[in-house]
């Protein structure tokens, strides 16, 4: 692995996209090749860090038997409170507006049925204020914490585009005066 780029720099007739580590690279051309969207956002809360906490559902029956919180509430966050609902976890959602963001009607008709039967309790305009190992801690809109009993934490709250990246190496954006 030669590191991680930090940007692209101009040098004459050459590129150089400049690492982390180590001497840059020289290039004529360079694509720009960062996966779906760039990295994943991040809670940024105490306990974030702990091995239980994953920004992805690979197997929802590992979650058999299990006290989980999903964090999200997108399509991607709903989905997985319901695999996971429905391979036999014992699901909290946490999203921190009011209403789900322009869902599925057969995953929000999904979702309420999980609901209505116990499988899955929605925690609607709360944030995710700590985790800890058997434990976590969110906050209500009415400023309550609400401590759950918790085995695992999926946090489905999307990407952070890789604006900085561009930036530094004075790539126009779109809706940013140009440089």
Do not use: C, W
Not at 69 to 93: C, H, N, P, Y
């Amino acid at each position: 692995s030669l590191g991680t780029a930090s940007h692209i720099a101009r040098k004459g007739e050459y590129l150089e996209v400049v690492l982390s580590e180590g001497a840059p690279i020289k290039a004529h051309r360079v694509i720009i090749a960062l996966g779906r969207s760039g990295n994943f956002r991040r809670l940024n809360v105490p306990g974030e860090h702990l091995g239980k906490v994953s920004n992805r559902l690979h197997d929802p029956k590992a979650f058999s038997e299990k006290d989980i919180l999903v964090v999200g509430g997108g399509d991607s966050a709903i989905e997985a409170a319901i695999a996971t609902a429905k391979a036999g976890a014992r699901v909290s959602l946490s999203y921190r507006k009011p209403s789900f963001a322009r869902p599925k009607p057969e995953n929000l008709e999904a979702l309420q049925i999980l609901e209505t039967s116990g499988q899955v309790q929605s925690y609607m305009t709360s944030s995710v204020k700590e985790i800890r190992e058997e434990e976590v801690d969110l906050m209500t809109s009415d400023g309550k914490d609400v401590t759950l009993k918790n085995d695992a934490v999926l946090t489905l709250i999307g990407r952070e585009a890789p604006l900085e990246f561009f930036r530094k190496s004075r790539i126009a954006i779109l809706g940013e005066r140009s440089f």
